[in-house]
């Protein structure tokens, strides 16, 4: 399950997309008629054209970006593991109920499917969502077989292991600084989902002191694969930074990656990597947020150099990494299962 894409730049289908995407109660957690005001009377309207114009920027041969590296991961996955794989977006196309449709059809008494959420970390508006929507797609279908999900991978040691081997080359390159960049999610997020109550944002340390909410809190988990990566990279402290990026509002995690490109030329960092943890498959805010308008904000603000490490997609270890999870499911072993 990846997030998904309109499905085509048509500003209508953008349009679409977009309320489908904004009107989800777990990305824009304001009361229903509120929400439906906010995203149906302001965001949409104005964000749809420039959407769209950005979506062309983008836009593959065959379609979405995100869709296409979706499709890939799926083709380069069934060839690694035995039993049939199907894609399904949360927004848009193709949808969950498909995915279980076809299944249905190429499995004679279909018992179990694994879903495996493309989120490394988990986050109400991402992780959480998905796993939801998939649940109640399969519980209105009254689908018979046994539903499964892999848990947020943040700090699994394959998935380390491939985000780490995919930045290496990068970094052997010269370099000031590296930006690892997170998708933003507002700060009451965080505090929702803290399963304790009262553990996020109660001190300036609390993603360092251990507790149960980091099982659910984006903060904590960002920080932690963070801090795996740069150290299996031997990556020092001074040489790079975490950001969030993809704001909508106030009240988002901070510091925002676009202030910050801004801000680096100044400080006289002038060769900048940047890194998306966040998405294992590039997408808009990859390809256009980072890799072309975050480009020009930090050259014109005064930087000499720009480059982004891709996503995963298809990255040979990526595949290995979800390939040993499905088998380990079908070996009966439950340890990268959902289990909250």
Known sequence: MNLGSPDSTEVKDVRRYLMEFLMDGRVIDYPFLFRMLLVGGIIVPFRAPKSAEAYKTIWAKDGSPLIVFTKQLQQALQKQVGLPVEIAMRY?????????DS???????????????LYPHYAMSSYETAVEHAKAVHAKGKY????????????EENYIDALSESIRPYVQKEYDHIIFSYHGIPERHIKKSDSTGGHCFQRNDCCNVFSPAHITCYRHQVFET????????????????????SRLGK????PFTDV??????????KKLLVVCPAFVSDCLETLEEIAERGKETFLMAGGDSFEMV???N??????????????NYTKGETGMLLSL
């Open 103 to 117: 299944l249905m059809e190429r499995i004679e008494g279909l018992e179990a499917v694994l879903a495996v959420p």
């Open 260 to 269: 910050r490109l801004q801000e680096l030329p100044k400080e006289n960092i």
């Open 310 to 312: 891709p996503c995963l």
């Open 144 to 155: 018979p077989f046994r539903l499964s999900f892999i848990k947020p991978y943040y700090n």
């Open 92 to 100: 848009g196309n193709p949808m969950v109920k498909a995915a279980y």
């Open 226 to 245: 963070t801090r795996l990566v740069t150290g299996k990279l031997d990556i020092p402290k001074e040489k790079f930074s975490i950001s969030f990026q």
């Open 314 to 327: 298809t990255n040979p270890l990526w595949v290995k990494a979800i390939a040993g999870w499905i088998n």
């Open 251 to 254: 009240g988002w995690l901070q």
